[in-house]
């Protein structure tokens, strides 16, 4: 419940404005009873960040990140996380939010997204490298689109981001990849 209330409060208001007593508050208990469970802001940011990485890894069944995939499961795979994303727009929010605050080298969670940047273009790169002529500069396009299009559908909530998404495809060569 603590993490959930810390991702609903910092995804509403950005972790600078998020405080310990506004999430004890939240959560229906004193500030020193949270102390019980985490002892600091950055602690459980860096939890709530943690937390939906491995929900996502859980719920999209990607197993072993970075294992070779072939062309077809490798755009399912695609497809399932902008579906997924587009389901939850609230940790959406909450990424594009931190990420942004996070740019600053002083941010707690600097360290934390300029991992999860590289781990994930690895990742990629790394699924479709047996197949795909240009792995790294694909991996960088993916995200870069999927960054941007999020972008727009938090704006523009009437936005379809799967729609988005799929409509992007010629930019990533999806038809044409051998």
């Not at 072993?64 to 795979?77: I, Y």
């Amino acid at each position: 419940m603590i993490i959930e209330q810390a991702t609903t409060l910092i995804s509403e208001r950005g972790f600078s404005a998020f405080t310990l007593l506004g999430l004890a508050e939240a959560c229906g208990m004193t500030r020193r009873g949270l102390d019980h469970y985490f002892t600091s802001r950055e602690e459980i940011l860096i939890a709530v960040l943690r937390h939906r990485d491995e929900v996502d890894v859980a719920v999209l069944g990607l197993g072993e990140m970075g294992a070779a995939l072939d062309r077809e499961s490798a755009w399912r795979a695609l497809d399932e996380t902008v579906r997924r994303n587009a389901s939850q727009r609230e940790i959406v929010r909450l990424y594009t939010v931190l990420g942004a605050e996070s740019l600053n080298p002083d941010h707690p969670a600097h360290g934390y997204f300029l991992e999860r940047a590289l781990t994930a273009r690895r990742a990629i790169a790394a699924a479709i490298g047996s197949w795909h002529p240009r792995p790294e500069e694909f991996a960088i396009e993916v995200i870069a689109i999927l960054d941007g299009l999020q972008i727009s559908w938090l704006r523009e909530p009437h936005l379809d981001l799967f729609e988005l998404w799929r409509d992007a495809g010629p930019l990533l060569d999806r038809d044409s990849t051998p």
